[in-house]
């Protein structure tokens, strides 16, 4: 059986992202090195329902493994029944709870980051949760709500209901994704406890992945928003650590990965899903010369002819580099 203490240090994987972090990307990030995934977030609630929409969410390849399914809600009792629910259908290696998602329409039903203001109901979620499942569960959670020290006290309220790695996304829900990511203080909640500690946020090279680390003090990293068009930055990052030459992949590789991502998509959703698919697609070709020219065609692609026609004529171009811009 999975567990976070049998995966070497310091941990990376692939932080869950609503509607970015479905299969066919999962296993885009898996070819291209990530150690392990976490599942967009899915709603407790819709599988107590058993909606269909969101049960095929949670529907998993064992390419993506270990993969850890994320679940949010606040009501103790249905998270447990979903999580339940969910391990005994998919069989994830391990269950996350959202405690950090800072969107209006997620916490103004007392869900993802509106937790950290009730520690007792959080705490409530974990044991109830741990009592109906046998493989890992975690949090993904903030510094706090505003103020960033909320962390300090909530991770050991974590740790004492039975939390067994937690992540910590280096802002507060006020900040939303404004700012800069505190990792100093993820390092100071992650001095508090005794079980694994994941430091996110501003992680987007091997640079950012080496500081994040050194300053935190972390067993690992979960890259967000960085691993978008970028599937390959941990294979980067693994080269970096072990003082290895890496080198960046050339505007043909990225056509390359793009078709294996479509092809997935497709696989998995049908061709309906390429339109699912418009928002990676940009990431992909950012900071290429005339990258604005193409976003704006990638954006409308809803077939894979369409598609395929791009990417042919692109293939075409004399290789290029890639700025940061």
């Known amino acids: 059986m999975f567990s976070w203490a049998s995966l070497p240090r310091p941990i990376f994987g692939v932080s869950p992202m609503a509607d970015m972090t479905d299969m066919p990307f999962n296993l885009v990030c898996k070819a291209h090195g990530a150690p392990v995934i976490f599942k967009e977030m899915v709603s407790s609630e819709a599988l107590f329902r058993k909606s269909e929409k969101t049960i095929r969410m949670t529907t998993n390849d064992d390419g993506e493994r270990p993969v850890i399914q994320q679940i949010f809600g606040s009501d103790p009792v249905i998270m447990a029944k ?4 969910i391990v005994d259908r998919c069989h994830p290696d391990g269950i996350d709870i959202n405690m950090g998602c800072p969107v209006y329409k997620i916490v103004s039903n007392f869900d993802g980051a509106a937790l950290m203001k009730d520690p007792e109901r959080a705490a409530s979620i974990v044991r109830e949760i741990k009592k109906a499942v046998q493989v890992p569960v975690s949090v993904k959670t ?5 103020n960033d020290r909320d962390c300090l006290d909530f991770v050991r309220v974590l740790e004492d209901a039975g939390a067994e790695l937690v992540t910590i996304h280096g802002r507060t829900k006020a900040q939303g994704y404004s700012g800069v990511a505190n ?18 946020g501003d992680i987007v090279s091997p640079e950012t992945a080496k500081r994040a680390l050194e300053i935190s003090g972390a067993d690992g990293v979960l890259i967000g928003r960085g691993v978008l068009g970028h599937p390959w930055i941990f294979s980067e990052i693994q080269a970096a650590m072990n003082g290895s030459e890496y080198v960046p992949p050339t505007l043909q590789d990225r056509i390359r990965i793009v078709r294996m991502h479509a092809e997935l998509q497709v696989n998995h959703y049908g061709e309906r899903g390429l339109i699912k698919l418009r928002k990676h697609l940009p990431y992909y070709f950012k900071g290429m010369a005339g990258w604005k020219d193409v976003r704006q065609e990638l954006v409308h692609v809803s077939t894979l002819a369409e598609l395929f026609e791009i990417l042919n004529r692109l293939e075409k171009i004399a290789d290029v580099s890639f700025s940061e811009s």
Request: hydrophobic content about 50%; glycine content about 12%; charged content about 20%.
């Open 183 to 200: 990792w100093e203080r993820v390092g100071e909640a992650k001095c508090g406890v005794s079980i694994p500690v994941l430091v996110n």
């Open 142 to 146: 903030r510094l706090g709500w505003s």
């Open 82 to 85: 979903a999580a339940e629910f």
